[in-house]
């Protein structure tokens, strides 16, 4: 099984999981890019459901790292945001928040017959 991993750009253009990631180590990078690949493999094992349609995919490295994201029809990722477990609290609010407007663009999108977000 083969799925697409795409990250979010927001309303203002802000993509928050490529800033996120542009500012990791080479070694958190590294591990990063391994679970991307893992994903679009179709390899799933780690997401857990944090509120919703809301998963968190945990890498288990150094302070625990994570990946915020949405799966649509099991084909589909949508990369919000990342962080430790240390800021997992203030990481969900921000996932939670662009998945919320995510999918508010999404149905407006729907409603108008054009594309996608």
């Known amino acids: 099984m083969s799925i697409s991993v795409n990250e979010y750009v927001d309303e203002t253009g802000r993509n928050h999981f490529k800033d996120w990631f542009d500012g990791l180590s080479v070694e958190y990078a590294a ?4 679970a991307r690949s893992r994903m679009m493999a179709g390899n799933l094992a780690n997401l857990k459901t ?12 150094g302070p625990g790292i994570r990946i915020y994201l949405v799966l649509e029809r099991n ?4 990369l919000f945001c990342g962080g430790v477990k ?4 203030a990481d969900i609010t921000k996932a939670k928040r662009l998945r919320d407007e995510y999918a508010r663009r999404k ?11």
């Not at 591990?31 to 391994?34: P, S, T, W």
């Open 75 to 78: 084909t589909l990722v949508i």
């Open 107 to 117: 149905a407006e999108i729907r409603k108008k017959g054009k594309g996608k977000p």
């Open 31 to 34: 591990k990063v890019a391994a």
């Open 86 to 89: 240390s800021g997992q609290n």
């Open 50 to 61: 944090v509120d919703g349609s809301l998963k968190e995919f945990k890498i288990d490295w």
